[in-house]
């Protein structure tokens, strides 16, 4: 029974409590960069898998996703290391993936709202034709209706 006799418990070296807080402080920037890219550039994506993410976060819970394989602390730095730079990747790529989405996106609304100019030119000549021809049709029944009334009285 540990808890009852504490003395009995090991003591945590100073170096292994500098490692889990440079770990904490990691996994923290990790969930705030994550989060600010995400809002950036407005993925529901990232920020939902900020918000799933087993930092501080919004959870609020620290988990190890790493396994340190004994007791050894180097063991256990070497395996901080790799999970951190897995974690860091993870997002890079999700950045990449969602950056190259709203690239294909932006196309595809440039592409259907964009103007052509040569179509909207011909369709401008088009309607100054039609307003010429129109404007002289009731030019000439202007001159009918003139003449008529001329004639009645």
């Excluded at 990790?30 to 407005?42: H, N, Q, T, W």
């Excluded at 976060?57 to 901080?80: C, I, K, Q, V, Y």
């Excluded at 790529?93 to 040569?118: H, Y």
């Amino acid at each position: 029974m540990k808890i009852q006799n504490p003395e009995q418990l090991p003591r945590v070296h100073l170096i292994a409590l500098w490692i889990a807080l440079i770990a904490l402080v990691a996994k923290e920037f990790l969930f705030r960069y994550m989060l600010a890219v995400a809002e950036k550039i407005r993925s529901s994506m990232l920020i939902a898998n900020a918000m799933n993410t087993n930092g501080l976060g919004a959870t609020g819970n620290l988990t190890a996703p790493f396994n340190a394989g004994g007791d050894a602390l180097s063991n256990f730095a070497t395996s901080l290391v790799s999970s951190q730079a897995q974690q860091s990747a993870d997002v890079t790529s999700n950045l990449t993936t969602e950056q190259a989405l709203q690239s294909s996106l932006n196309a595809k609304v440039a592409s259907v709202s964009g103007v052509n100019m040569d179509s909207e030119m011909s369709q401008m000549l088009s309607l100054q034709q039609a307003y010429s021809a129109n404007a002289r049709v009731i030019s000439a029944v202007q001159s009918m209706f003139t003449q008529l009334l001329q004639a009645v009285q």
